[in-house]
DNA sequence: CATGAATGAGCCTTCATTCAT
DNA sequence: TATGAATGAAGGCTCATTCAT
């Protein structure tokens, strides 16, 4: 009994490791060369899955791309869900922008994943994939708007826009001038921002 | 003799007509489909210029993605320079970023025609358009600097920075919700700031 | 024990039915969509059997057509069969035109199940499938012959001939014009024939 | 001036007579291989065109088969053009079936290239080709009508019926049997059944 | 210079068939 | 026997680029 459950949990996971290994692969490669320029083969390669396996994955190549916005939109969530750990919102909120700057290597390198995903997708008409990396960009929105209102600030949603905004700003340029230290300087003068924001709470 | 001539001049002139038309195609084109959604035919179309010939102008499609760009270099710069008439730095700048919001309805579809082309370009290894994409960028920088500089501000280029990076960030959260009202709301914010900023010289 | 023997003759008689599940789904799928639009998949799901466990039964895509091929010979057979009970042969062809009558509305969308397998078979150089298709067809031949023998009809697989032709031609057209009436019509006629042929027995 | 002319309108006839190539090629190679089986390879192959180039006069396969339906819509009409010149509709029609035997190889072969097209195209749903091979087969049954209504028979339209059905099927079955006989025999009964037909203008 | 046509490499996708359990 | 997963060979189609005139 155990066996044939083993037997089968066993396929199961293999199966769904190679999802996964096919969704982390789309993520990453397609962070590092867009969408139009990313093959099937690519993925499949950087998966270790063989091409025409892929298509027991995913029915066709957006649905990748798909994956791997949902796949952007899983890590944003592991991060703030570490972040709502802390105490102080005011806390959680220079926690995520320590996040950026820590990862601007890779921003200066290729942007925001989610940012430049939404970029080109956005110059799609059909799919829907554009209204869902929108989605995506609205998960942070929401989350940033959250702990403006906690904070009892007047238009957190506002505050949370300008926050999101920033941050895709500082990610473009440092992309575009290839300067991790954009992300340095910027993200140095957003937590002096946060820092000066009153907590009406007192 | 000199109808020869006149048709040299006239063949010339429309020669050049023709590269002006293709580059304006161009630049539009990409700035609304992507580099890589953009076909050569797509853009000899807009051109209303045989597909056949625009190789006669544009050895590559890469060269008519830089002349693209240096379109949006060209129209950056009409700008500033219509700008500079302005007696005031800092309506300079407010002047600026009223062309941005006035921009609102095109940024909130396409995003900003060099913020996303140095998005899309960035992702590439090779053909060095990535450079010329962020050098477009830093005319901006470099001018907006100028400004600061002339208000006698401290960091002057890192003041310009943040104005672009806030730029980019506006625009491509407008694009990625499809909200011209983030450029509105933005923009206001950031004549808010402009006008908060001490003036030294006074 | 026992337990052993049911689950053996269970099973067995599950694999049977399976078997036949398969044939059936074939024979309907292949009249419906043609042999080359027919995915095994498409025949797999038509008979609720899992994809890998087709080829358990049926080692090549072509063995599936020849069932569905077989399958058609044995309707038609049963066919035969019950019209073999009417006392006249003169009847018996009568009740062969009621019956393609009958499946008008099945002809109209999709052609005769058999003539159309034919068709299509008919354009390949290996495999062997078109002679066996012609030799359903020959099973049909046959029996109107054998009819028209017993009538003492000069010629009787001449007439047998123009007889399944009709057929076979007003089938096609019916499809082809998508009108089921055609199958009336000529129906009409082709009764009218047999009843209008001499008896010569008389 | 000339010159110009005939450098253009070489290279137009080069064009459409590459134009027709491919569709000579489509209608002969789609007869043969039913239109599954081939594939545009094969097409350009026995038009002696690169395969890419094929694109570039039709834009998907499905427009090669529509052009090889009108191929033969067109060598329907060239026959019926002929026959027209007869002065008798009876000697007409008794020429279309003449060259139906005509061609009884090349049917018992492949067999009709109009219904074994209008086979395969009617077992689809979309694409809008079997309604176009409807036509072709109606194209058929309106000359054939207008023939018997000159001759004054009641129910033209039906007799049309019945002579292009017999000709269907007729065709599928020396196809299927791989008898070139059974156009010859039933080409005869045709032939004598019109001539059977009373003359009402007599 | 102009232009329709040509070329070929490459991409997405499908599918019959096989494999591992 | 049963079954989800794997595999690889095409096939249709696109497109940057080149050619011939």
């Known amino acids: 009994m155990s066996q044939v459950a083993d037997s089968k949990g066993s396929r199961a996971r293999t199966a769904t490791a190679k999802r996964q290994r096919l969704t982390a692969a789309a993520a990453r490669v397609v962070h ?7 093959t099937i083969a690519d993925i499949a390669r950087a998966a270790d899955v063989p091409v025409g396996n892929v298509y027991y994955y995913f029915k066709t190549k957006d649905d990748l791309v ?4 949902s796949e952007h939109a899983h890590g944003l969530q592991t991060l703030t869900t570490r972040l709502d ?10 926690g995520l922008v320590a996040a950026w700057v820590g990862e601007r ?5 290729y942007g925001c994943p989610t940012g430049t995903l939404a970029s080109e997708l956005g110059k799609r008409d059909e799919g829907g994939l554009a ?4 989605k995506v960009i609205r998960l942070l929105l929401d989350w940033a708007g959250h702990q403006f209102r906690q904070l009892g600030l007047p238009d957190p949603d506002g505050l949370a826009l300008t926050l999101v905004s920033a ?3 500082m990610s473009l340029l440092a ?17 002096d921002w946060l820092d000066s924001l009153p907590d009406p709470r007192d």
């Open 85 to 94: 750990r802390l105490p102080d919102p005011r806390q959680r909120l220079k």
């Open 167 to 169: 941050y895709q700003g």
């Open 131 to 134: 209204e869902e990396a929108g």
């Open 66 to 69: 798909a994956a791997a916005l």
């Open 175 to 191: 992309n575009a001038l290839r300067e991790p230290g954009v992300m340095t300087r910027e993200g140095r003068r957003l937590t």
């Open 32 to 38: 590092q060369q867009g969408v139009e320029r990313t």
């Open 105 to 109: 290597e890779l921003a200066a390198r």
